[in-house]
Nanobody
Framework: QVQLVESGGGLVQSGGSLRLSCTAS????????MGWYRQAPGKQRELVAT???????TYGASVQGRFTISRDNAKNTVALQMNSLKPEDTAVYYC??????????????WGQGTQVTVSS
């Protein structure tokens, strides 16, 4: 019943920018931490950025200073503004969220992933 849908991926040149968005829908009581992870071919999935319901953020070391995560609680969305993109940022980006479906029950939810390709 809970679904995360991502948008905004695509092809961009090195040094360019992209903005990813993710919207949660379904039977949602509350949304706690939201974030983005990515996985490149042959590599493990890694943390990109997270943001709590109160707005506290964390970033992976490789994107610190270049990416910015934000959320709109009224719209159940989280966004990732990616600037100064590098070929090393090429990966499938996944939206993640800890969502409460009842006042006492929480779970981890993932989006389907969106491809980001940065050309050199």
């Amino acid at each position: 019943q809970v679904q995360l849908v991502e948008s905004g991926g695509g092809l961009v040149q090195s040094g360019g920018s992209l903005r990813l968005s993710c919207t949660a829908s379904g039977s949602i009581f509350s949304i706690n931490t939201m974030g983005w992870y990515r996985q490149a071919p042959g590599k493990q999935r890694e943390l990109v950025a997270t943001i709590t319901s109160g707005g506290s953020t964390t970033y992976g070391a490789s994107v610190q200073g270049r990416f910015t995560i934000s959320r709109d609680n009224a719209k159940n969305t989280v966004a990732l503004q990616m600037n100064s993109l590098k070929p090393e940022d090429t990966a499938v980006y996944y939206c993640h969220s800890v969502i409460g479906t009842t006042p006492m029950r929480f779970g981890n939810y993932w989006g389907q992933g969106t491809q980001v390709t940065v050309s050199s």
